[in-house]
C-alpha cells in the first residue's frame, strides 16, 4: 500500500514536473487550441476559416450571427430600414473604445465601410457590401448606409467577420492594411472585442491576451487564448489525449470512438452551415436531361454515406442549404432507388447505363475522397460507370473554375458554406444564372429563368415570412431540377478537454472561446 | 586548399541558377492559380484578376523571372504572395529550428548508427549481426508518420514523459529527433558495417593484429578511422536531407521548420515561399558537399587539394 503510495507520489511529481507548462493555471488560465492551418492575415484581407475564428475574438462586426441564424445587434445598438428599403440607419453602442484606446464612433464605421467597399483597395470580400452607394455620419453615434435598390441580405453581410470594425487610427499607425504595405497590420489587429492580439508566430502560434476593458455584458474569463497550428489530424488528436491542448478542432471521424473511451476528454458534434454536393455539367450532355440527372440522385444511398464514411457526423441534405440558414425549409430528398433511377436512365436514351468522370478533391472536405469512391461503388449498382479523378485543392480549384465553353468537367464535389447565415449568400451565388463560373461561383452552369426570378425577388422582399416563401418556391424547383446530385451537411466534430466549458463551435465553422472557461 | 574552396564555391553558382530556373518554371507549369486561391470559392473574375494584377503574375514569366534574379542577388527573396511577410525573414526564422531538429536526428543517427554497425562488422555473421541488420531494415522502411504518431502515443500520452508537440524546450526535441534519427541511423549503421568488413579484410590490420595489438585498439584505431570516410559521405547527404526539411517530420510533430513552410507554400502555390525556400535547401546541400570533401581530406592524409 505505501509502496503504492509512494510511486504514485513520484508518478505525480515527474508529470507534474513534465507537463507543468501547458497546465500552470491561475485565475482564468490558458486555453489551448490545436487547429490544422495557420491564419493568414487578420484584416480586411482575410480569407480563410482560421483567419476568421481569431478575428471574431479580436475586431467585433456591426451585428452578430447566433448559432441558431438570429441576426442580432453587437457593435450596434439599434438599426432601423428606411420604408423604401435603401437606407439603413445604425445607432452604435456609447462609450467603447479600440483596444488602442480610440473610440468607437459613426466616423470610424464610415472609414471601415468606406475602405471595404473602395474598389482601388481590392478588398476580396467586397461583393459583400458592393450593393452600398454611400455611407455617412449623421451624428457622432450614428451612420446611415444607403444601398442602389433594397437589400434585404446587407445585415447578414455586416456580420461577416471579415466586415469587422477596425481601429482607423491603429491602421493607419502600421501605414495602411493593404499587403504589402499594410503587412504589419494583418499580423497585429485592433478591434473591440473581448481578446487583444499579443503575438503572431508564423506557422507555430497566435495568442490573445483578455481585454479586462470589455464593454459587453458577458466579461471574458480565461486569461489567454492560444491557437497551436497542429497540422496532422492525428497527432492534434493525441496532443489533446496527452493534455497538451485542450481542445482539437476537426477530428477525423475514425477517431472519435477512441476519444470516447479516455475519460478526460468530450466529443462535440456540431451542425455546419456547409454542404457537400456534387454538381451535374447542367449544360452538357447527358446532364442536359433532367432524368438523368435525378436517376444519379435516386442511384446514390446518401443515408449510407453519412452513416459508414462520416460515422453519423452529417445531415442528410433535403434543401439546397443547410438548416439554421435564414431561409432553409425541409423540401425533400431523393430515396435510394436503383429501379426508379435504371427506368428514368432508359427514358433518357441510356438502357445499357453510361460512362461518366466524378472530378474530387481531397483533403479539403471531411473524408471526400472515401465519399467520391462510394458515389462510384452505388452508381455502379444503377449500371453507370463513373471514373474518379483526384486531385490536389489549388488544382482542383482552378480546374472546376473554367467557363462552360472550356470545361471539361462531367461531375465535381464540391461543398458551400453560407456563412453569413442567410439564404442569399446560398442560393443567389449558385443558383443564379448570373452566377456562372468563372465570373461566379455557379460552377454547375444552371440555368431557370423561374429560379432566378425567385431570386432576385427574394433580395429585395423586406416581410420575413414572404421572403421566406419566395426561397421555398426557388429551392423546390431547385431539387426538381436536381443540378446537384444532393449529397449532407457537415457536422464538426471538437475535442475538448473535460474541464473547458463555455466553449462555442458556431456553426460557420468557427471555434469560439470567448465565453469558455475553466471548471473543476 | 583555399584555391580549390573558392574554385569549388564559384562552382555552385551555376548549379543554384539551374535550380532557380527549374523551380520557377515548374511551380508555374502545374495548375493552381494563387490569386484564384487567395480569392477564395466566392469571388468574382475580375477580383480574381485585379489580385493577380496586384501580384504581379499577369506578366510575362521571362520578366517575372528577371526581377527575382535581379532581386535575389541583392539578397531579397520577394514576399509572400499570401501574407506579404518577406521571404528571407520567414527562411531565417525557420531555418535555425529545422537545423536544431536536423542536427539532433544525426547526433541520434550516429550514436546508434555506428556502434551498431562495428559490432555488427566484428561479430559478422554472429546472431547479434542478424539481429542489427534485421533492424536497421526495419528502421529504414518503417514510414516516419507511423513512428511519429507511435512515439507520441506512448510517450506523451501513456507515459506523459515527454510533450507531443512544441519546439521550446529540449525535450521537445527529444521525440521528433529520434523519429527522424531512426531511419539515418539504420542507413549509417549498414553503411558502417560494410565498411568495416571493407578495411578489416585489409592487410594492415592482419599486420596490426600480428604484431600483437589488442583486438579493441585494433578496430578503434586502425580500422574505424578508415572506414569512416564512405561513411562521412553518407552522413554529409543524410545530413542533406534532414535539413531538406524532414517534412513529414515536422507535420506530425507540429515543427514550424523549413520543411513545413515549403509544403504549405506548395499547397497554397506561394511562388516566391516556394522558391526561397528551394534555393535554400539547394545551397546547404552544395555547402555540406564541400564540407564532406574537406573532411577527407582531414581523415585521410593521402588526400590532397590542389
Do not use: C
Request: aromatic share 8%; hydrophobic share 45%; net charge positive.
Amino acid at each position: 500500500m505505501q509502496t503504492r503510495l509512494v510511486a504514485l507520489f513520484a508518478a505525480a511529481v515527474v508529470a507534474t514536473v513534465l507537463v507543468a507548462p501547458s497546465f500552470a493555471q491561475q485565475s482564468g488560465g490558458t486555453l489551448i487550441i490545436g487547429r490544422g492551418a495557420d491564419a493568414v492575415t487578420l484584416s480586411f484581407y482575410a480569407s480563410a476559416a482560421p483567419d476568421s475564428e481569431t478575428m471574431a475574438h479580436v475586431v467585433e462586426t456591426l451585428f452578430k450571427l447566433t448559432p441558431d441564424g438570429k441576426i442580432e445587434p453587437l457593435l450596434a445598438e439599434s438599426h432601423r430600414l428606411s420604408p423604401d428599403g435603401r437606407q439603413l440607419t445604425i445607432r452604435l453602442r456609447r462609450g467603447i473604445r479600440f483596444h488602442d484606446g480610440t473610440p468607437l464612433d459613426a466616423a470610424a464605421v464610415k472609414w471601415n465601410l468606406d475602405y471595404f467597399r473602395n474598389p482601388e483597395n481590392r478588398v476580396t470580400f467586397r461583393f459583400l457590401l458592393s450593393e452600398i452607394t454611400s455611407v455617412d455620419v449623421v451624428d457622432v453615434n450614428t451612420v446611415r448606409i444607403t444601398t442602389g435598390r433594397p437589400f434585404v441580405p446587407l445585415l447578414a453581410h455586416l456580420t461577416h467577420d471579415f466586415v469587422g470594425i477596425h481601429s482607423p487610427a491603429a491602421v493607419e499607425r502600421a501605414g495602411g492594411m493593404r499587403p504589402p504595405q499594410g503587412m504589419p497590420y494583418g499580423a497585429a489587429p485592433v478591434g473591440t472585442g473581448p481578446y487583444r492580439f499579443r503575438e503572431w508566430v508564423r506557422g507555430d502560434r497566435i495568442v490573445l491576451d483578455r481585454n479586462p476593458d470589455y464593454w459587453g455584458p458577458n466579461k471574458p474569463v480565461i486569461d489567454q487564448i492560444v491557437w497551436r497550428v497542429i497540422p496532422d489530424d492525428g497527432a492534434r488528436v493525441l496532443a489533446l489525449e496527452g493534455g497538451q491542448i485542450h481542445v482539437a478542432v476537426r477530428v477525423p471521424p475514425r477517431e472519435t470512438s477512441r476519444l470516447a473511451l479516455n475519460r478526460a476528454v468530450r466529443v462535440d458534434r456540431t451542425s455546419s452551415l456547409r454542404t457537400i454536393y456534387i454538381g451535374f455539367n447542367n449544360q452538357r450532355r447527358p446532364f442536359t436531361d433532367v432524368r438523368v440527372r435525378q436517376a444519379f440522385n435516386y442511384a446514390v444511398d446518401k443515408r449510407a454515406i453519412v452513416q459508414t464514411i462520416l460515422g453519423g457526423a452529417a445531415r442528410v441534405s433535403d434543401a439546397p442549404i443547410a438548416p439554421g440558414i435564414v431561409g432553409y425549409a425541409p423540401i425533400m430528398s431523393y430515396p435510394r432507388d436503383l429501379a426508379r433511377a435504371r427506368q428514368l436512365l432508359a427514358e433518357a436514351g441510356f438502357p445499357q447505363g453510361l460512362n461518366v468522370t466524378l472530378h474530387h478533391p481531397t483533403g479539403r472536405y471531411v473524408q471526400d475522397a472515401a465519399v467520391a469512391a462510394a458515389v462510384q461503388a452505388q452508381l455502379r449498382e444503377a449500371g453507370i460507370n463513373a471514373r474518379l479523378v483526384t486531385m490536389e485543392w489549388a488544382t482542383y480549384l482552378q480546374v472546376t473554375n473554367r467557363p462552360v465553353d472550356q470545361t471539361d468537367i462531367e461531375m465535381f464535389m464540391l461543398g458551400w458554406g453560407t456563412v453569413t447565415g442567410d439564404a442569399d449568400y446560398g442560393l443567389y451565388s449558385l443558383f443564379h444564372s448570373s452566377q456562372w463560373a468563372p465570373g461566379g461561383s455557379g460552377r454547375f452552369f444552371y440555368k431557370n429563368e423561374r429560379v432566378d426570378g425567385l431570386l432576385d425577388q427574394a433580395r429585395a422582399i423586406t416581410d420575413p415570412a414572404r421572403r421566406a416563401a419566395t426561397y421555398k418556391q426557388a429551392m423546390e424547383l431547385i431539387m426538381q431540377d436536381a443540378p446537384w446530385l444532393f449529397l449532407h451537411s457537415e457536422s464538426q466534430i471538437t475535442g475538448l478537454r473535460r474541464e473547458v466549458t463555455g466553449l462555442l463551435v458556431h456553426p460557420t465553422e468557427r471555434v469560439l472561446a470567448m465565453n469558455a472557461r475553466f471548471s473543476r | 586548399m583555399s584555391v580549390y574552396l573558392v574554385k569549388r564555391l564559384l562552382l555552385a553558382l551555376p548549379v543554384l541558377l539551374g535550380v532557380s530556373l527549374v523551380v520557377f518554371t515548374m511551380i508555374r507549369l502545374i495548375p493552381g492559380d494563387p490569386a484564384l486561391l487567395m480569392a477564395g470559392q466566392a469571388a468574382t473574375a475580375e477580383v480574381v484578376q485585379e489580385i493577380r494584377h496586384s501580384l504581379g503574375l499577369d506578366r510575362p514569366l521571362v520578366v517575372q523571372y528577371g526581377i527575382f534574379l535581379g532581386n535575389a542577388v541583392r539578397g531579397n527573396l520577394g514576399r509572400s504572395l499570401f501574407n506579404s511577410a518577406p521571404v528571407t525573414e520567414e527562411l531565417a526564422q525557420r531555418f535555425p529550428r529545422t537545423v536544431r531538429l536536423a542536427l539532433a536526428s544525426m547526433v541520434v543517427a550516429l550514436l546508434i548508427g555506428i556502434p551498431a554497425g562495428i559490432v555488427s562488422a566484428t561479430r559478422h555473421l554472429s546472431w547479434a549481426d542478424s539481429l542489427l541488420m534485421i533492424l536497421a531494415l526495419a528502421g529504414v522502411s518503417m514510414p516516419v508518420f507511423w513512428l511519429g504518431l507511435n512515439l507520441i502515443l506512448i510517450f506523451a500520452v501513456r507515459l506523459q514523459w515527454l510533450p507531443a508537440i512544441g519546439h521550446e524546450t529540449w525535450r521537445h526535441l527529444i521525440l521528433p529527433a529520434i523519429t527522424l534519427g531512426t531511419a539515418s541511423a539504420a542507413l549509417i549503421a549498414r553503411m558502417t558495417r560494410s565498411a568495416m568488413l571493407e578495411v578489416l579484410r585489409q592487410d594492415y590490420v592482419r599486420t596490426a593484429r600480428a604484431k600483437g595489438v589488442a583486438e579493441p585498439a585494433v578496430v578503434r584505431r586502425h580500422a574505424l578511422r578508415n572506414a569512416l570516410i564512405p561513411v562521412v559521405t553518407v552522413v554529409g547527404l543524410q545530413l542533406g536531407t534532414l535539413l531538406s526539411g524532414a517534412v513529414l517530420t515536422e507535420t506530425v510533430f507540429a515543427w514550424p521548420g523549413v520543411g513545413r513552410l515549403l509544403v504549405d507554400a506548395v499547397l497554397a502555390r506561394d511562388y516566391p515561399v516556394i522558391q526561397g525556400a528551394v534555393l535554400l535547401i539547394a545551397t546547404t546541400f552544395v555547402l555540406l558537399n564541400v564540407v564532406v570533401d574537406l573532411l577527407y581530406a582531414l581523415l585521410d592524409p593521402r588526400i590532397r587539394y590542389e
